[in-house]
Structure formats: C-alpha cells, structure tokens
C-alpha cells in the first residue's frame, strides 16, 4: 500500500506571470545598488519574505500567488544581488543580503515578517535570522523539499508547480507566522 500523498499546485500560465511581473518595483539601497522586488499574495496579509534558488529570480514567486491569496499571506519575493534586475554587489558576502531585507522591510514598512527560502534561498534565510533583530524575523524554512512532494502534468503555455509551494502551504501550520 502506498501512503504517499500526492498534493497538486495551482498551475500559472505565462501570461499570468508577465502580467505579474509588471508590478515589479526597484528600491535604491544606502549603498546606490538597486533591489528588484515583486510582491505577490494579498497586499494585507502577513508578510513574509522569499528567497529564490540560483539560478532565479523574484518571478519565481509568481507560482506562490494563489496560495498566498489563499492563505492570506503577502509574499516579498526580491532578486537577489546580482539576479533579475538588482544590482551586484563587488565583495558581497552572503550574510549582506541581511542589510538589503532591513533595508526593504523598512521601506515597506514591516515591523516583523517571515522569511524562508528553498535550495539557495536557505542561506539567505540563515543570513537573516543570524543578523537581523530577533523581534523582526521568524525563520521558518532553510532547506528544499522531496521532489516527490508535488506532481502534475505541466499545462500547455504554463510553468509546472515547483516544490516550493508546498512550503508556503504548510507554513501556517509550523507556526511561524
């Protein structure tokens, strides 16, 4: 008998992400880079930041969108440095991305938020919660999931569900926000 179960993630057609990424806003840092960001989910909700794997982007957090809505959360998905359209940062060290979430969070004006990321989005997270206040941050997931996690036939002229959104799916359910 097999106890596996099988969750389905909303697909998302590429149109939607384009339109999506229309949105997308730029924050000049203290240090003149720009920090690409999209924010996805309900413009109310409880924020949490999301750091994407390399090679990728802030349009990866297109494919949370509907569970954000969903789940009432609002997902701050920004470009890492040298990603999408932020800047590079010469010298830059891991733990320095700690400084730019600061940065942005005050910008939007967030008192306290999660933060969580898959593959090498996980050392973001760790950066975050080793510099940044413990009042502001509540680490919720280092670390990638099964791959097993999530199946579905990808649909024509649409991105597949990655394993990602499980994640979101179930944070509620941790604790952390």
């Known amino acids: 008998m097999n106890n596996h179960m099988t969750t389905y993630a909303p697909t998302i057609s590429l149109q939607e992400i384009e339109h999506l990424d229309r949105a997308r806003q730029t924050l000049t840092l203290s240090d003149n880079r720009k920090l690409a960001f999209n924010l996805y989910g309900v413009e109310d909700g409880k924020p949490m930041f999301y750091f994407h794997g ?6 990866e957090g297109a494919l949370l969108h509907h569970t954000a809505i969903e789940r009432g959360y609002r997902v701050i998905y920004p470009d890492r440095p040298g990603h999408g359209y932020s800047d590079m940062k010469v010298g830059y060290q891991i733990v320095d991305l700690a400084k730019d979430v600061q940065e942005l969070a005050q910008y ?3 008192d306290r938020f999660g933060v969580m990321g898959t593959s090498g989005g996980g050392p973001p997270v760790i950066a975050c919660a080793y510099a940044l206040p413990i009042s502001w941050i509540l680490p919720c997931s280092a670390a990638g999931l099964r791959q097993s996690t999530v199946t579905q036939r990808p649909q024509k002229n649409s991105v597949p569900p990655t394993v990602s959104w499980p994640v979101l799916e179930n944070v ?3 604790g952390c926000l």
């Not at 390399?54 to 349009?59: A, K, Y």
């Open 54 to 59: 390399g090679p990728s982007s802030r349009l």
């Open 108 to 110: 939007l004006k967030l």
């Open 172 to 174: 509620g359910r941790a």
